[in-house]
């Protein structure tokens, strides 16, 4: 299988920061499942088609 590379820029980490705390808060995730829950969190973002061909719709 294929390992599909993604450029990421400083803005698009800065965007996958910000929604990985807004999750966690939402979800109330405590600080000891928070590895966990970010790895979860990464790879169904990054699994998903990018819109306009950019991640999160920055305008880099």
């Known amino acids: ?3 599909r ?3 990421l820029s400083a ?6 920061r910000e929604a990985f705390k807004k999750s966690i808060r939402e979800q109330e995730v405590t600080p000891i499942d928070w590895e966990e829950c970010a790895k979860r969190f990464l790879q169904q973002t990054l699994n998903r088609e990018p819109r ?9």
């Open 1 to 3: 299988m294929a390992v």
């Open 5 to 7: 590379e993604k450029q």
């Open 11 to 16: 803005f698009d980490l800065d965007a996958l």
């Open 52 to 60: 306009g061909g950019k991640l999160f719709g920055s305008k880099h």
